[in-house]
């Protein structure tokens, strides 16, 4: 089993910045990839941005220049910078895991429980 935990939301101004976190711990032998996902108010949840395990990066068009997806392999921890925040980016922002897990190697698949993003206009 693996369990995601995420952390960094909270209340910011617009053109503010704010840093998400998402640690996985667990039974990891290798991260394939991790996603931050987000569910407006409403709204169907969507995909921000995606790092797979050899750095490969993509993002939702409406984030492009703005967000940054990062990872630190040793601690299976990524990030989320986010800057020149816009009201419309307020959301419950959620982390996205796939894993290789021991002993069997199996993977595991699964999300957080979801950080609040709010921007102030």
């Known amino acids: 089993q693996v369990q995601l935990v995420e952390s960094g939301g909270g209340l910011v101004q617009r053109e503010g910045s704010l840093r998400l976190s998402c640690a996985a711990s667990g039974r990891i032998l290798r991260m394939i990839q991790m996603d931050w996902y987000r569910q407006p108010p409403g709204k169907q949840r969507e995909m921000v941005a995606t790092?797979?395990?050899?750095?490969?990066?993509n993002y939702t068009d409406s984030v492009k220049g703005r967000f940054t997806i990062s990872r630190a392999n040793a601690k299976n921890t990524v990030y989320l910078q986010m800057n020149n925040l816009k009201p419309e980016d307020t959301a419950v922002y959620y982390c996205?895991?796939?894993?290789?897990?021991?002993?069997?190697?199996?993977?595991?698949?699964?999300w957080g429980q979801g950080t609040q993003v709010t921007v102030a206009s």
């Open positions: 790092i797979t395990g050899g750095g490969s990066t």
């Open positions: 996205n895991g796939e894993f290789q897990t021991a002993p069997s190697g199996e993977t595991w698949y699964g």
